[in-house]
């Protein structure tokens, strides 16, 4: 495996992640042993073929999916010693999720939209954080269109505040732009990167797309549920390389 990523203030790891789906012969071994650290305050993107364990990895770094083996820690909390409740709680202060779908809900502004998870847990709204948000995310005049009045990437950019605005420790992005075309794509990736540098969030993003993945600080690779790589500031040819699980 190639490591590059630089010893930072750790914002999620794993230890020996292992995750298999079923027993006996149909068991399939989505995750086999994973040691990772994302550092705290960079966009990650993580990357490798369909079916390598992506999508099972980001559930289990946010806790949405139980291990079958080994450790998961986020925010320096070991995630196996929380029962569902404290899960639940532990999510919604610590973890912010975008998703392919921008789960707006219909009837709310995207105001309204953006602040929702904080009335949900009952915790009053930072005005000036919220200011900041909208101003990075862009969509300072539309925080009173309905979803149905604004773009796709205006949707996501909305859905994107609403991860932000609880101050999570960290984003995990599933990938944010495979319902958006490539002008919106690029303008969505933008205002993530800028939710790094500007608010020091960190991002950990899956995506299929070298393009989504240039937005990235470090690229984490994986192949058949193993990772192959962790770079730092790749290069687009020691990417490809990577992702063709070879040296680069
Ligand atoms: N609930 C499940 N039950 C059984 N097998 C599963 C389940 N979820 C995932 N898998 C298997 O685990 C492996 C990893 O799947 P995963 O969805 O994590 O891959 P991925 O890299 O995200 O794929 P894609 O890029 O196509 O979304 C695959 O072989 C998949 O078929």
Do not use: W
């Amino acid at each position: 495996m190639t490591t590059t990523a630089q010893t930072t203030s750790t914002a999620a790891s794993a230890r020996g992640l292992t995750r298999t789906y079923g027993d006996g012969d149909s068991a399939v071994q989505a995750l086999r042993g994973i040691d990772l650290d994302l550092p705290a305050g960079r966009f990650t993107a993580i990357m490798g073929p369909s079916g390598s364990g992506k999508s099972t990895l980001m559930h289990c770094l946010a806790g949405l999916d139980a291990v079958t083996a080994g450790t998961v820690t986020v925010a320096g909390r070991d995630l196996a010693g929380l029962d569902d409740t404290a899960l639940t709680l532990f999510r919604r202060e610590h973890i912010g999720f975008v998703f392919q779908a921008f789960n707006l809900l219909p009837m709310l502004t995207a105001g309204q939209n953006i602040v929702l998870p904080l009335e949900l847990s009952g915790r009053p709204v930072d005005r000036e954080r919220y200011d900041q948000v909208v101003a990075v995310l862009g969509i300072g005049d539309r925080l009173g269109h309905l979803p149905s009045q604004l773009s796709g990437g205006q949707q996501q950019r909305v859905a994107i505040a609403r991860a932000l605005v609880t101050q999570p420790d960290i984003v995990f992005a599933d990938e944010p732009t495979g319902n958006l075309d490539s002008e919106a794509s690029a303008e969505v990736l933008g205002h993530l990167r800028r939710s790094v540098c500007e608010l020091g969030m960190t991002v950990v993003m899956v995506t299929h797309e070298l393009a989504a993945a240039a937005y990235a600080d470090d690229v984490v690779v994986i192949h058949d549920g193993s990772v192959t790589a962790h770079l730092t500031d790749p290069g687009q040819d020691e990417l490809v390389a990577a992702l063709a699980g070879r040296g680069a």
